[in-house]
């Protein structure tokens, strides 16, 4: 009786897990430094394509992300990786799969990856935002440069994403540097965070205190900043004489994962679908040779920063000096 018992219960155990592989479907995991709007556009229309798949996209800050996979490496639970900024892609890039077979042809020049682990995403270009209402319930000027920002009228009255977390927040100090010297732009941030409400560890933060009333000034995205005030938010768009900073971000698979029917299937939706419908919903700055988008309120004919020399190893040793000089947020 003792064996048959102990039978019945192995068969019984086998049919439960036999019954629950074959409804479970199959799981493909994005991760993603987007913004919240920008992840449930895409989250409602990947399930809408791929009704078959369990497709979950997790977010992180871009330092966050970067620590992850540094930690995780191909073991990773995540299967693409959604976006993230070029020069982090290149730190690793031993662990993504080779994407020599997609044709770069029609992305502009400057998108195309040196190596062809990773393919073009989105081109993320940088504004000073303000919250007009508080400006004029508070009565302050608009500042009309980099210098005016020092003024101790907006003390407590600017966020900015941190460089160590953020890759909007490294764009800044990159085209600063470019810009000024090194010197120069490291004694301005110095100063700069003396009227800094906090430095936020993501690119979403500085909008998201500006549309909370917590600010009056935000360094910030500009895709962003025009989504909040097509919602209706009173902000304004700024651009100072040194242009709008960008960084490029990119899309890719972990090693090995292209071998998954439903991870290749995904990707290639991105890649051939996806990635134009977030220009056309969200971030039109180009990054297509033949291909140009517009949004309402968005700024036409953008002046861009000299973000030349934005190599993994040159942010390295920028975001050390920023450690030590600027902020630790250790």
């Known amino acids: 009786m003792k064996k048959i018992l102990i039978l019945i219960a192995t068969v019984c155990l086998i049919f439960t897990i036999s019954a629950c592989g074959g409804s479970a479907r199959p799981t493909v995991v994005i991760y993603t430094s987007a913004e919240d709007n920008r992840i449930a556009a895409m989250q409602a229309d990947l399930d809408s394509q791929f009704p078959n798949y369990e497709i979950i996209i997790e977010y992180f800050s871009t330092g966050e992300l970067l620590t992850k996979l540094n930690d995780e490496g191909t073991q990773t639970n995540g299967d693409i990786i959604g976006e993230m900024e070029y020069a982090n892609l290149a730190r690793i890039s031993d662990m993504l799969a080779d994407l020599s077979g997609y044709n770069t042809d029609i992305y502009t020049d400057d998108m195309i990856p040196e190596v062809q682990r990773w393919l073009p995403w989105y081109r993320n ?59 120069e732009a490291f004694d301005y941030f110095t100063k700069l965070s003396e009227n800094i409400l906090g430095f936020t560890s993501s690119g979403s933060g500085p909008v998201n205190a500006l549309i909370e009333g ?100 040159e942010k390295g040793r920028l975001l050390e000096i920023w450690k030590l000089a600027v902020y630790n947020a250790e």
């Open 214 to 313: 917590e600010v009056a000034i935000g360094f910030a995205m500009t895709a962003q900043t025009v989504g909040e005030i097509n919602n209706g938010f009173p902000l304004r768009i700024l651009f100072f004489e040194e242009g709008s900073p960008f960084s490029l971000y990119g899309l890719s698979l972990i090693e090995g994962r292209e071998k998954r029917k439903e991870v290749k299937e995904v990707f290639d939706y991105i890649v051939n679908r996806w990635t134009e419908m977030d220009k056309v919903l969200f971030c039109p700055e180009r990054i297509y040779k033949d291909r140009e988008f517009t949004l309402p309120n968005y700024p036409s004919n953008i002046r861009y920063a000299d973000m030349s020399n934005n190599a993994t190893e």
């Open 125 to 183: 270009g940088g504004c000073i935002a303000i919250n007009r209402t508080v400006i004029s319930d508070k009565n302050l000027p608009i500042p009309e440069s980099y210098e005016d920002l020092l003024k101790p009228e907006y003390k407590g009255l600017i966020s900015m994403p941190n460089p160590q977390s953020s890759g909007t927040g490294y764009m800044f100090l990159k085209s600063l540097v470019n810009a000024w010297g090194e010197q």
